[in-house]
């Protein structure tokens, strides 16, 4: 018996094959995907975090400052006109190193208030190692002026 050639047999096909440089880009791509999703959203909050500690840390040099203007107050107060030098100048050295930082730029009041304690110095400073009694109601007058400050920024949320 001959096969019957009306009868057409089939031969299984076989899948067309991707080619193996196609797969491996989809799987760099998946891969590229994968990281940015991870990536991204740490680097944002990084960012974020760098610059609340940033605004925390001139939130320190401020409350510092203001402490040693306290501390200078009370000295003088004390009639120990010596520390409150001391604290003075580590007062003022701070205040200006906080303008020259161009810490405050957006924040003109705070600027100008800084400008106006450094523009003070020579003038505290002398009265101080004069050990005139009238440098008492001056640091206490600016140390109130400091604290406003101080005050109103925590107010604004440090944006003025």
Known sequence: MQPDSSVKVDSPVAPPRR???GRFLIVL????????????????????????????DLELHLANAHRR????????????????????RQFFDESAT?????????EPRTR??????????????ALLAAADPSSRETLASLFLT?????ARRAVEGGKE
């Open 19 to 21: 080619s193996s440089g």
């Open 29 to 56: 791509f998946l891969l590229a995907l994968a990281f940015g999703a991870g990536y991204v959203p740490q680097w944002l909050e990084s960012r974020t975090l760098r610059a609340e500690l940033v605004t925390a």
């Open 69 to 88: 203007l306290g501390v200078a107050s009370q000295e003088a107060q004390r009639n120990n006109y010596a520390n409150a030098a001391e604290a003075a």
């Open 98 to 106: 906080l303008v020259r930082m161009n810490a405050f730029d957006g």
């Open 112 to 125: 100008v208030a800084l400008l106006a304690y450094v523009a003070q110095r020579d003038q505290v400073m």
């Open 146 to 150: 400091m604290d406003g400050v101080l």
